[in-house]
């Protein structure tokens, strides 16, 4: 038998504590019949569509959903909320896009205190990734490990290699699994130019304790010695394995989706991918290695000796918001659906149904979705040492200037010194302008 509106709303406990009807913010919204939320195509597109589905099904609101793909999404976004636009009520941000608009969304700490919402079932750093200076902008719907790595385990155990813990070991398994006559390559990375670059080599250099921009705040430039140093390293390793073979020429094009093509069709032996990707991997319908691939952290144990500073994992996805122009009664209704996504229901079905990163430890910890989701443990223990990178309003500068660094490097134009001493020195110019602006 179906409930209504108000069954549910009184019903969902501790999924969505506070809107059991009674309550003055819940009383307030009932005028709003329909919301409308910005999602994206693919990617976190299908989960949240999920999510929205059930919440919609559940209360009775109407929630209109449009889909803009990746590459176009952050314009598409910062247009709504630089026009003061009323069009969404619901967005979303990549935790890399949240100090470029943290100014337009809605503050949600208010009404975290005000619903009594638990933080604990996040992951601590995720949760705290969710504000800027202060500023909540977003709950956590989507999260991953931005470089978790895939490995084909059958080729590590006939060649008896072991998960590498630094890029030495990385490109010397790299070697030993390129095989010409099998057309297999030791590695595969989306080195296609501006974001996917700049991603990968945050990738690389946050395990080691690796930063651009100093923490916490992130309004300077880290010391070049040792983290420029550091990057120089990573570009000499990038460059060697292509050079030499073990990774496809074509890597200079390829981006997201190229990457896990290839590593599906047994292309790679090796590669870095978001961690929802694990699925597609597994899915014996669409890949060719399902049930052959192995999951780590990448670089999980780098020797002391080796480390710059304490580490990190190269965290991404997406925190659910709200666009601070609507009306406030609207505003009301947007967080109770948002509210919902990130609850265990909604995040359960959104990761078993759609390859949704769970934002909820319960979730990460359900066996539901560990049976699913064989790299679940690395995922778990990356998740506590969460770092979004790079957040700040330069971000998409920043990420340009090292992008066409990386490209220098790897087409030969420049060496790997020269290439990051400039991009340092680009980057500090950067933040030294936002800082007078």
Do not use: C
């Not at 803009?68 to 026009?83: L, N």
């Not at 590669?271 to 597994?282: G, H, N, Y």
């Amino acid at each position: 038998m179906g409930i209504n509106r108000r069954q549910f709303l009184g019903s969902l406990g501790g999924v969505a504590a506070g809107l059991a009807m009674g309550d003055p913010f819940a009383e307030s919204a009932q005028g709003v019949q329909q919301l409308s939320a910005l999602i994206q195509k693919g990617g976190a597109g299908p989960p949240a569509e999920i999510a929205l589905s059930m919440y919609q099904e559940r209360s009775g609101m109407k929630i209109v959903m449009t889909p803009v793909p990746w590459e176009a999404q952050f314009e598409k976004t910062m247009v709504e909320f630089i026009g003061k636009s009323t069009t969404f009520d619901i967005l979303s941000a990549n935790h890399g896009w949240s100090g470029a608009m943290y100014r337009f969304f809605e503050d949600l700490e208010p009404y975290v205190r005000k619903y009594n919402v638990d933080g604990r079932p996040f992951p601590k750093n995720a949760w705290e990734a969710g504000k800027w200076k202060g500023r909540r902008i977003g709950l956590p719907f989507r999260l991953g490990v931005g470089a978790l790595f895939y490995y084909r385990k059958d080729l590590y155990e006939k060649k008896k290699l072991s998960v590498p813990n630094t890029f030495e070991e990385l490109v010397k398994n790299a070697e030993a699994l390129t095989s010409p006559r099998d057309n297999i390559y030791g590695f595969g990375s989306q080195l296609g130019g501006d974001p996917n670059s700049f991603l990968d080599l945050q990738s690389w250099h946050l395990p080691y304790g690796g930063r651009i921009l100093k923490d916490p705040d992130q309004e300077e430039l880290a010391p070049f010695d040792p983290h420029g140093e550091l990057m120089i390293k990573i570009l000499k390793a990038w460059k060697q394995m292509l050079d030499r073979g073990w990774m496809p020429q074509g890597i200079l094009t390829w981006g997201i989706l190229d990457v896990l093509t290839a590593f599906q069709q047994g292309l790679i032996a090796q590669a870095m991918m978001f961690s929802p990707r694990v699925t597609l991997v597994e899915d014996p319908s669409k890949s060719k290695v399902a049930g052959k691939a192995g999951y780590a952290l990448l670089f999980p144990k780098v020797p002391a000796k080796d480390s710059v500073g304490p580490r990190g994992d190269k965290g991404d996805g997406w925190n659910f918001g709200i666009n601070q122009w609507i009306p406030d009664e609207r505003k009301e209704a947007a967080f109770k659906a948002v509210q919902f996504m990130v609850g265990r229901e909604a995040q359960l079905a959104a990761a078993i149904k759609a390859a949704n990163g769970p934002s909820r430890i319960d979730v990460l910890e359900d066996p539901q979705f560990q049976k699913v989701y064989p790299a679940w443990k690395p995922l778990r223990d990356g998740l506590e040492t969460f770092h979004s990178g790079v957040s700040v309003p330069e971000q998409p500068k920043i990420s340009k200037v090292v992008s066409d660094r990386i490209a220098n490097v790897l087409l030969g134009r420049e060496k790997p010194e020269d290439a990051v001493k400039a991009a340092w020195k680009e980057m500090d110019g950067i933040m030294k302008e936002a800082k007078r602006g």
